[in-house]
């Protein structure tokens, strides 16, 4: 059932009543982007995965949601299926304004797959956080209770003349018996705050006044003729109930997605962990930076979550199991030595297999919870059982290793596949996995060629000069430190060692920066100063400019993970007071030699001596001869040949 905000209103208590009557939930989401910075590692820990996605989760936005309640039905003894497909959209008004990042990729395999972007922007339905909501709640409450003790404003000389015009025309509209209602356009806010005041107190029983959009957006005042007094207390009380009427709306999805929180039902996706990032984000309250906070938020949000891709990656799939990727999952298990169940729908409430929409939410979302009741099924015929109906407990045991862990698909080859919402997350060894600098020239075969003695490698590159190599032969890896030690045209650096070195300077980085804002909002005169400075960014923290393709294996960049800014709970950054950082000089042979020749005079000043004349001179030259070739339009090729890529304008 596809659901926008012109039936939302009245889907909502189906929706309801699917969540209530339901075994379990399955939810599918649709974004504008996955990636907003570095992607992830093969070697990154389960914090580190939450780090990096996290950019992403707050930047992209979330366009559409499947949900899909799976019911049992005691006649049939089979599930059926009641979907709902939603478009989400936060337009705005009166919700909060919505800034957002999208990918051209995304957004390129979203219109492949014959997604509707214009039905997304005009009938998606909107959405807000809870502290949002409460903080607009509260104000919306606050205006219509104070509606008629606004302070009156002096109508100034320029605008005098329009508004009597106005005021004459609402006059002769009145004396009127043509028409009931008229409008006022070609008017911005501040002259329709004036002639609310005007016209509210010169035809306060006559007329009553209220603001109108039209369906092009414009804005207009709508001017009603009254009956009798009593008729501007019921008009009064409509428009306040209307203002209410285009919160909810403005609420909009938040609901249902609250509703699934409180519900406590099993919830499963697919490769859900952006899913419920995403969920958490925009319909409850912003993400926290803290990784432990957001174990702690999730698992209070939903209680029990579960994730076919997880559960696919375990024995007894595994072994039986070529791609995780949803439509490959669902042929798989739809063969022996599994099969898929049915689960019918009423018509226009659920999906079908012959439907195949892949890649529209509530048909992934659908096509999740066949793939498994089917895994499920196996589960139960192997312990003898011929359960087709889940049980809803929480200590199912069936369900229980792969209840509230989240798949990490980039790491699970590293054996750290999942994020553990109620426990300890896995910590496997790094001590055989190596950061690596290399000369740019070479490719993935001189890698292999330089590790040859050590077995089989596994390496992701970061960029042109710097990959990640992992031995599997872990055995040696204490071995070869000490064997390139000598080699001048490499780097070797442990894993644990790279990271802690990149975290040192992302966090110095991210203090530089928080004090530079600092400066600048107490001397904003000093912003021009500070964009003519030269910043020298660590090697580690320095995100990959160029990237190129290589055999077997595809570049990274990989800018160091910059620990996230505190932040507050209406979902500002805080920043804290620090002092910018010493500006370090560095000594040089020339500069020690041209101090040489700088004699101290007893007054303080300093003089240079015939040598640092010269010097001076020469330098002085060369800089008249860029200043003058800068402002000579007839002959650029000695301007640019006057400039030298290590010039600066310090």
């Given at each position: 059932?596809?659901?926008?905000?012109?039936?939302?209103?009245?889907?909502?208590?189906?929706?309801?009543?699917?969540?209530?009557?339901?075994?379990f939930?399955?939810m599918d989401?649709e974004f504008?982007?996955l990636?907003?910075?570095?992607d992830?590692?093969?070697?990154?820990?389960?914090?580190?995965?939450?780090?990096?996605?996290?950019?992403?989760?707050?930047?992209?936005?979330?366009?559409?949601?499947?949900?899909?309640?799976?019911?049992?039905?005691d006649d049939t003894k089979?599930?059926?299926?009641?979907?709902?497909?939603?478009?989400?959209?936060?337009?705005?008004?009166?919700?909060?304004?919505?800034?957002?990042?999208?990918?051209?990729?995304?957004?390129?395999?979203?219109?492949?797959q014959?997604?509707?972007?214009?039905?997304l922007?005009?009938?998606?339905?909107?959405y807000?956080?809870?502290?949002?909501?409460?903080?607009l709640?509260?104000n919306?409450?606050?205006?219509?209770s104070?509606t008629?003790?606004?302070?009156?404003?002096?109508?100034?000389?320029?605008?005098?003349?329009?508004?009597?015009?106005?005021?004459?025309?609402?006059?002769?509209?009145?004396?009127d018996?043509?028409?009931?209602?008229?409008e006022?356009?070609?008017?911005?806010?501040?002259?329709?705050?004036?002639?609310?005041?005007?016209?509210?107190?010169?035809?306060k029983?006559?007329?009553?006044?209220?603001?109108?959009v039209?369906?092009?957006?414009?804005?207009?005042?709508?001017?009603?003729?009254?009956?009798?007094?009593?008729?501007?207390k019921d008009?009064d009380?409509q428009?306040?109930?209307?203002?209410?009427?285009?919160?909810?709306?403005?609420?909009?999805?938040?609901?249902?997605?609250?509703?699934?929180?409180?519900?406590?039902?099993?919830?499963?996706?697919?490769?859900?962990l952006?899913d419920?990032?995403?969920?958490?984000?925009?319909?409850?309250?912003?993400?926290?930076?803290?990784?432990?906070?957001?174990?702690?938020?999730?698992?209070c949000?939903?209680?029990?979550?579960?994730?076919?891709?997880?559960?696919?990656?375990?024995p007894?799939?595994?072994?039986?199991?070529?791609?995780?990727?949803?439509?490959?999952?669902?042929?798989?298990?739809?063969?022996?030595?599994?099969?898929l169940?049915e689960?019918?729908?009423?018509?226009?409430r659920?999906?079908?297999?012959?439907?195949?929409?892949?890649?529209?939410?509530?048909?992934?979302?659908y096509?999740?919870?066949?793939?498994?009741?089917?895994?499920h099924?196996?589960?139960a015929?192997?312990?003898?059982?011929?359960?087709?109906?889940?049980?809803?407990?929480?200590?199912?045991?069936?369900l229980?290793p792969?209840?509230?862990?989240l798949?990490?698909?980039?790491?699970a080859h590293?054996?750290?596949?999942?994020?553990n919402?109620?426990?300890?997350d896995p910590?496997p060894?790094?001590?055989?996995?190596f950061h690596?600098?290399?000369p740019?020239e070479?490719?993935?075969n001189?890698?292999n060629?330089?590790?040859?003695?050590?077995?089989?490698i596994?390496?992701?590159?970061?960029?042109?000069?710097s990959?990640?190599?992992?031995?599997?032969?872990k055995?040696l890896?204490?071995?070869?430190v000490r064997?390139?030690a000598?080699?001048?045209?490499?780097s070797?650096?442990?894993?644990?060692?790279?990271k802690?070195?990149?975290?040192?300077?992302?966090?110095q980085?991210?203090?530089?920066?928080?004090?530079?804002?600092?400066?600048?909002?107490?001397?904003?005169?000093?912003?021009?100063?500070?964009?003519?400075?030269?910043?020298?960014?660590?090697p580690?923290?320095?995100?990959?400019?160029?990237?190129?393709?290589?055999?077997?294996?595809?570049?990274?960049?990989?800018?160091?993970?910059?620990?996230?800014?505190?932040?507050?709970?209406?979902?500002?950054f805080?920043?804290?007071?620090s002092?910018?950082?010493p500006?370090?000089?560095?000594?040089?042979?020339?500069?020690?030699?041209?101090?040489?020749?700088?004699?101290?005079?007893?007054?303080?000043?300093?003089?240079?001596?015939?040598s640092?004349?010269?010097?001076?001179?020469?330098?002085k030259?060369?800089t008249?001869?860029?200043i003058?070739?800068?402002?000579?339009?007839?002959?650029?090729?000695?301007?640019?040949?006057?400039?030298?890529?290590?010039?600066s304008?310090?």
């Amino acid at each position: 059932m596809e659901i926008t905000r012109k039936n939302f209103k009245e889907a909502l208590p189906l929706i309801g009543a699917s969540i209530e009557k339901a075994d379990f939930l399955v939810m599918d989401a649709e974004f504008t982007g996955l990636l907003n910075g570095r992607d992830v590692t093969i070697f990154d820990s389960p914090q580190d995965y939450y780090t990096t996605l996290l950019n992403g989760a707050t930047d992209f936005l979330l366009i559409q949601y499947g949900l899909c309640a799976f019911c049992w039905n005691d006649d049939t003894k089979q599930y059926t299926n009641e979907s709902y497909n939603f478009y989400l959209f936060p337009r705005g008004r009166p919700g909060p304004e919505k800034m957002f990042l999208c990918q051209s990729s995304s957004l390129d395999f979203l219109a492949a797959q014959g997604f509707d972007f214009n039905k997304l922007i005009k009938e998606g339905i909107s959405y807000m956080t809870e502290p949002t909501e409460t903080r607009l709640r509260e104000n919306l409450t606050d205006r219509q209770s104070r509606t008629n003790d606004k302070e009156s404003i002096t109508i100034p000389e320029e605008n005098r003349s329009y508004i009597e015009g106005i005021c004459k025309k609402v006059r002769e509209f009145l004396n009127d018996d043509k028409s009931e209602e008229m409008e006022i356009d070609r008017c911005n806010a501040f002259i329709r705050r004036l002639l609310f005041q005007e016209l509210g107190a010169r035809f306060k029983n006559e007329a009553f006044v209220e603001s109108k959009v039209l369906e092009n957006k414009n804005r207009v005042l709508k001017v009603t003729k009254l009956k009798s007094v009593s008729e501007v207390k019921d008009l009064d009380t409509q428009k306040k109930e209307k203002e209410w009427e285009e919160f909810e709306e403005a609420v909009g999805f938040s609901k249902v997605a609250r509703m699934i929180s409180q519900s406590g039902k099993l919830v499963i996706g697919h490769n859900m962990l952006l899913d419920v990032m995403h969920t958490l984000n925009h319909f409850f309250q912003p993400l926290p930076p803290d990784y432990a906070s957001f174990k702690e938020f999730a698992h209070c949000m939903f209680p029990r979550l579960l994730d076919t891709k997880y559960m696919s990656s375990l024995p007894p799939f595994k072994d039986k199991v070529n791609s995780s990727v949803l439509n490959h999952l669902l042929i798989t298990l739809s063969e022996a030595p599994f099969s898929l169940p049915e689960a019918e729908s009423e018509s226009g409430r659920g999906y079908t297999r012959s439907d195949e929409k892949a890649h529209e939410a509530g048909y992934d979302a659908y096509v999740t919870g066949l793939c498994f009741l089917s895994m499920h099924a196996h589960l139960a015929s192997m312990r003898g059982e011929r359960r087709a109906r889940v049980a809803g407990s929480a200590d199912s045991v069936l369900l229980k290793p792969f209840v509230n862990k989240l798949f990490l698909a980039k790491t699970a080859h590293q054996d750290s596949p999942y994020i553990n919402l109620t426990g300890a997350d896995p910590t496997p060894s790094r001590d055989h996995v190596f950061h690596l600098t290399f000369p740019k020239e070479w490719q993935r075969n001189d890698i292999n060629q330089l590790f040859s003695a050590y077995g089989q490698i596994t390496v992701q590159f970061l960029d042109d000069t710097s990959a990640l190599v992992a031995l599997s032969r872990k055995d040696l890896a204490k071995t070869v430190v000490r064997a390139f030690a000598s080699n001048s045209r490499i780097s070797l650096v442990p894993y644990l060692r790279y990271k802690a070195l990149s975290n040192k300077s992302a966090s110095q980085l991210e203090r530089r920066e928080e004090a530079s804002e600092k400066f600048a909002k107490l001397h904003p005169d000093s912003t021009a100063i500070a964009r003519r400075g030269n910043v020298s960014i660590p090697p580690a923290a320095r995100p990959a400019e160029v990237s190129r393709s290589r055999a077997q294996s595809a570049s990274h960049g990989a800018p160091a993970a910059q620990p996230a800014r505190k932040r507050t709970s209406s979902g500002m950054f805080q920043v804290e007071d620090s002092e910018p950082p010493p500006k370090k000089t560095e000594g040089t042979a020339e500069n020690a030699k041209e101090q040489n020749n700088v004699t101290v005079l007893s007054n303080g000043r300093r003089k240079r001596t015939d040598s640092g004349k010269e010097k001076a001179k020469e330098r002085k030259k060369e800089t008249d001869i860029v200043i003058k070739c800068s402002f000579n339009s007839d002959k650029p090729g000695e301007c640019v040949s006057a400039f030298k890529e290590s010039d600066s304008w310090d």
